[in-house]
């Protein structure tokens, strides 16, 4: 059974810091995309940033460029998201992700965790 758990989530004021931490268990994690969403109230699922096999840990969404930064540790099954200069407009549930080696898209979500940013 493949469970994806995030951790890290808080409240924090505008220019702040949080790390989010999601564990992977029952999947070949060195061979899984991982990734990380946001999901901001009566908004769509948005992208954030992936660590991929091929491309590394290097694509973000524009608007969190040099602010986020995803990185992996394959030894502890872990993907981690590192926010800095967080903004209002951050503010949303935050999801990790995983892309089985061949998979089409992605087919494992953890449960999210809460990120509130006060202005």
């Known amino acids: 059974q493949v469970r994806l758990v995030e951790s890290g989530g808080g409240l924090v004021q505008s220019g702040g810091s949080l790390r989010l931490s999601c564990t992977a268990s029952g999947l070949t994690f060195s061979t899984t995309t991982m990734a990380w969403f946001r999901q901001a109230p009566g908004e769509e699922r948005e992208f954030v940033a992936v660590?991929?096999?091929?491309?590394?840990?290097?694509t973000y969404k524009d608007s969190v460029k040099g602010r986020f930064t995803i990185s992996r540790d394959n030894a502890k099954n872990t993907v981690y998201l590192h926010m800095d200069s967080l903004r209002p407009e951050d503010t949303a549930v935050y999801y990790c992700?995983?892309?089985?080696?061949?998979?089409?898209?992605?087919?494992?979500w953890g449960q999210g965790t809460q990120v509130t940013v006060s202005s």
């Open positions: 660590c991929n096999l091929r491309g590394g840990c290097t």
């Open positions: 992700t995983a892309k089985r080696l061949g998979a089409l898209q992605y087919d494992y």
